[in-house]
């Protein structure tokens, strides 16, 4: 099972009812935050999931809307007593981040690991994979795939004639030797069962690599910069998207559910535009601030 929640929905600038543009995932204890806008730590201590557990950053990319909360963030990350490192994910001119980390907060209790423009990375349980986007600036769309445990295949030991007693050991991965004989864990596993995919693209045109990048997911995050389809020319000047753009991507993506976040200062009720999307991709909807979505294995 894995956690989202989106602690800020707005783009651009704060307002009183947005915070920006902050994603939490959680799964077995672990966090990962996708962007640190301004407000993410006041949205973070409101949604009571704490600090300490975030182990990996993914940045989109660098203007102030995804970025700006990120230094108070880790110095406060800093005053809760953590040690462990903590890994920054971004895209081509991460190292700039890295030098403006190290001149306001120079003495930070924990390492910080950088990755700049990575394809893929392995955290924890979770496999996430990169996809470039198109942007005023570098920028990186984020998947996260959730790999479920394969079923013990209780005839497959028993044929083996496993004793029950090392089972458990081979469910976890672990290599046995009995009898002279050594057991591996595809010798008693059933087959591959699907696991939980999400993927969250902002900032950016569409893209024909973009579909095939959120093929199948379970959640689909993505920017909702205009609600209106007479915004087309606007979205276009600015490299971001309307919901109707939005929506196509999910469509064609094969995607379960799109909730649109990275509203617009100018877009104060983005309920009157949502009919939009929904007349693309009827399995729309709109974030706010902390919205939690938990997401379990079919």
Not at 17 to 24: E, G, Y
Not at 29 to 58: A, N, P, R, Y
Not at 227 to 245: L, Y
Request: net charge neutral; hydrophobic share 40%; glycine share 8%.
């Amino acid at each position: 099972m894995i956690d989202v929640c989106l602690l800020g929905s707005g783009g651009s600038m704060p307002n009183s009812k947005r915070f920006l543009s902050a994603v939490l995932l959680k799964t077995a204890g672990k966090m990962c935050l996708i962007d640190c806008g301004e407000g993410t730590q006041v949205s973070m201590k409101l949604l009571g999931w704490g600090f300490k557990k975030i182990d990996v950053i993914c940045l989109t990319h660098f203007h102030g809307d995804h970025i700006y909360g990120l230094f108070g963030l880790l110095s406060t990350i800093g005053n809760s007593g953590r040690n462990d490192s903590i890994t920054i994910l971004g895209p081509k001119g991460l190292g700039k981040i890295a030098l403006c980390i190290e001149a306001l907060i120079p003495n930070l209790p924990f390492e910080i690991i950088y990755y700049e423009n990575p394809h893929t990375y392995n955290f924890h349980n979770l496999e996430i994979q990169t996809i470039n986007l198109h942007h005023s600036a570098p920028c990186l769309g984020y998947a996260f795939y959730l790999a479920r445990q394969r079923i013990f295949d209780v005839n497959k030991a028993l044929l083996l004639d496993i004793p029950k007693y090392y089972w458990n050991i081979l469910q976890k991965g672990k290599e046995v030797v009995y009898n002279n004989q050594k057991y591996t864990k595809e010798m008693v596993l059933g087959h591959k069962r699907r696991g939980i995919k999400i993927s969250i693209i902002t900032d950016t045109r569409p893209t024909e690599d973009i579909p095939n990048f959120i093929k199948g997911s379970d959640l689909f995050i993505c920017e909702g910069m205009y609600g209106e389809n007479e915004d087309n020319e606007k979205a276009q000047h600015t490299k971001h998207m309307t919901f109707q753009e939005a929506a196509m991507l999910a469509k064609t993506g094969e995607v379960a559910e799109m909730v649109l976040t990275h509203f617009s200062p100018s877009l104060i009720e983005p309920e009157n535009s949502l009919h939009n999307a929904k007349a693309v991709f009827e399995n729309s909807f709109l974030s706010y601030d902390r919205m939690i979505i938990k997401l379990k294995f079919k």
